[in-house]
């Protein structure tokens, strides 16, 4: 062993210190940021003794990809939106996935150049690396379309889906049995064929998957990326790679479980259930939806707001779009100067991300105190005098508590209806991502005031400071 | 790769596993975006295999030109992922930044 390789090691295992203890970091508020430096630097020291032994032998494709992929990367993390966060992290999670799909390919190749077959562990490791980066980097880009809206967020089914998904899936497979036993003579033409495929299925995973789902699979699709990762270090002999996806591996996999749990649904049935295609058809053709829906202004939800004792804000996906969270504190400050107590509900698959409502709340300076889980929220709301539903609405609906037929039957909800006054901030009548009904809406506490969220709030803030 | 340099990589991978487990379940919900955007940013370590990738199919002589192309590819890709991936965290986490409010 070169003196070399002996310090790239140690360097390796300094990184590995590094991020494990930067997670470590990462379980408190007060502690993440450090949490964050030291995976940073971490991934510094790493990346350094990397160049060190690498660029002497091909300083141009790596010296390119650094500067170009560092540059895009800040470039597009400094400007994005906070609301645009869960999108901008499926991106970077999908150039992960594409990147360790490349690795295998570059590493066939090199195998396939040194006339050699490789060994069992690396043919197999680098079809299967291909066939899951391929997928996560497809899926990633479609899951990103879908929350940026440049498509629809409904999931897209046609009929013979799953025949059409299980063909190509099949198809995969069968490359991938031939292509591990590959001899390097006649079947160099296949790698990128495979490619294709699993690019292709990765898309159609993703397709029949509604907006609303979009936090499971964002998380599913982290730890597909993280097990492609694992999966290359197998390739090139590199505990680095290998520890690195396991931790992402086994942390995207929890979060999934802990989303699918928040829904109560099983995870098959958010992958390939089309969740709400069936009830968006079913609003499509109904007659006006909901009849007996009360509409209410902004100066009488204002009155109700300046008088309550205890207000209960529900934030939900319609806040983040409207980008209403300084408007909702604005307001909190000038209820709690009257008295108010202000606290916030987060269901735990509000927004389209782990925790999306959390960061948006950060952003606008509410103190995480007043953030309640549902599990604290939920005894709270018999004694909260109003509920603010801000864009809100599946998390909200008395549905999923008794109406054994609804879609989302079963799913753990915010009691908002047990509030005094239930005031939902809303753009229309349309239903939410699931396209289902909120029977919320017709109850004899519930008002309606409609608008655009942060407009509504900006309206209500004017209207307690001038009472 | 011989038997022992497999199965000492599988009980890393496994081992690896058990520690991500442990590490992350104690995430406070509030800190789960941030938490992802993290781990998002560690898996973008793909960056190094990418460089060693390069590097192996360099030492052979000059590749094919498309070759290099999807190397180079390979290497921005992983670039992307990491920068990007820390530079949207510590964005996020600089929210998180402000005092606790003396309650």
């Known amino acids: 062993?070169?003196?070399?390789?002996?310090?790239?090691?140690?360097?390796?295992?300094?990184?590995?210190?590094?991020?494990?203890?930067?997670?470590?970091?990462?379980?408190?508020?007060?502690?993440?940021?450090?949490?964050?430096?030291?995976?940073?630097?971490?991934?510094?020291?790493?990346?350094?003794?990397?160049?060190?032994?690498?660029?002497?032998?091909?300083?141009?494709?790596?010296?390119?990809?650094i500067l170009v992929g560092g540059a895009i990367g800040v470039v597009a993390a400094m400007r994005v939106k906070m609301t645009a966060m869960p999108q901008m992290v499926a991106l970077y999670n999908g150039a992960g996935g594409g990147a360790a799909a490349l690795v295998s390919m570059v590493e066939f190749y090199h195998i396939v150049g040194t006339a050699g077959q490789g060994d069992p562990v690396v043919r197999v490791s680098l079809v299967l690396s291909a066939i899951i980066g391929c997928i996560s980097f497809t899926g990633s880009i479609i899951a990103f379309l879908k929350l940026q809206e440049l498509m629809t967020g409904r999931p897209i089914t046609y009929p013979g889906q799953q025949f059409v998904n299980g063909i190509v899936a099949l198809a995969v497979a069968a490359l991938a049995v031939w292509l591990i036993g590959f001899d390097g003579e006649t079947t160099w033409w296949c790698f990128p064929l495979l490619l294709v495929l699993a690019c292709g299925l990765g898309k159609l995973f993703v397709l029949p998957i509604g907006g609303a789902d979009m936090p499971v699979v964002i998380s599913l699709l982290n730890s597909f990326t993280g097990l492609a990762v694992a999966i290359t270090g197998f390739e090139i002999d590199s505990t680095l790679l290998i520890i690195c996806g396991a931790?992402?591996?086994?942390?995207?996999?929890?979060?999934?479980?802990?989303?699918?749990?928040?829904?109560?649904?099983?995870?098959?049935?958010?992958?390939?259930?089309?969740?709400?295609?069936?009830?968006?058809?079913?609003?499509?053709?109904?007659?006006?939806?909901?009849?007996?829906?009360?509409?209410?202004?902004?100066?009488?939800?204002?009155?109700?707001?300046?008088?309550?004792?205890?207000?209960?804000?529900?934030?939900?996906?319609?806040?983040?779009?409207?980008?209403?969270?300084?408007?909702?504190?604005?307001?909190?400050?000038?209820?709690?100067?009257r008295g108010v107590k202000v606290s916030y509900a987060i269901h735990p698959v509000a927004g389209r991300m782990p925790g999306h409502m959390n960061v948006l709340l950060a952003e606008a300076n509410v103190p995480y105190p007043a953030l309640l889980d549902m599990e604290d929220a939920n005894p709270e709301f018999p004694t909260t005098d109003v509920a603010l539903v801000i864009g809100a609405n599946d998390v909200t609906n008395p549905a999923a508590r008794n109406v054994t037929s609804s879609p989302i039957y079963g799913m753990p909800i915010l009691d908002v209806d047990k509030a005094g006054n239930v005031i939902v901030l809303k753009r229309s009548m349309r239903s939410g991502f699931a396209g289902i009904e909120n029977p919320l809406y017709e109850l004899d506490n519930t008002s309606m005031l409609f608008g655009d969220a942060k407009a509504s709030v900006d309206e209500l803030t004017a209207a307690v400071k001038a009472l | 790769m011989d038997i022992n340099a497999f199965l000492g990589l599988l009980t890393v991978l496994v081992l690896a596993i058990f520690v991500g487990f442990a590490v992350i379940s104690k995430v406070p919900t509030t800190l789960h975006t941030p938490l992802m955007s993290a781990t998002n940013a560690i898996h973008g370590v793909v960056v190094i295999g990418a460089m060693v990738a390069a590097a192996a199919l360099y030492a052979n002589g000059a590749p094919a030109p498309w070759l290099r192309v999807a190397a180079t590819i390979a290497v921005t890709l992983g670039a992307i992922n990491v920068f990007g991936g820390f530079a949207v965290t510590e964005r996020m986490l600089q929210m998180f930044k402000r005092k606790e409010s003396p309650k």
């Open chain 1, 1 to 65: 062993m070169s003196v070399l390789t002996i310090v790239g090691a140690v360097g390796d295992l300094v990184a590995i210190a590094c991020f494990i203890q930067g997670l470590i970091l990462l379980n408190a508020p007060s502690t993440a940021r450090a949490g964050n430096r030291l995976a940073m630097a971490g991934m510094a020291i790493a990346m350094i003794f990397a160049a060190w032994q690498t660029l002497g032998a091909a300083a141009v494709p790596i010296v390119v990809g």
């Open chain 1, 247 to 337: 931790l992402v591996g086994a942390s995207g996999t929890l979060l999934t479980v802990m989303m699918g749990k928040a829904m109560n649904r099983p995870l098959t049935n958010v992958l390939f259930g089309a969740f709400g295609a069936q009830g968006g058809a079913e609003v499509a053709s109904a007659s006006g939806g909901p009849q007996n829906v009360k509409s209410t202004s902004a100066d009488d939800v204002a009155i109700m707001l300046a008088y309550a004792q205890k207000v209960m804000v529900v934030p939900g996906y319609g806040m983040a779009v409207a980008q209403a969270q300084h408007s909702v504190k604005a307001l909190a400050d000038q209820l709690e100067k």
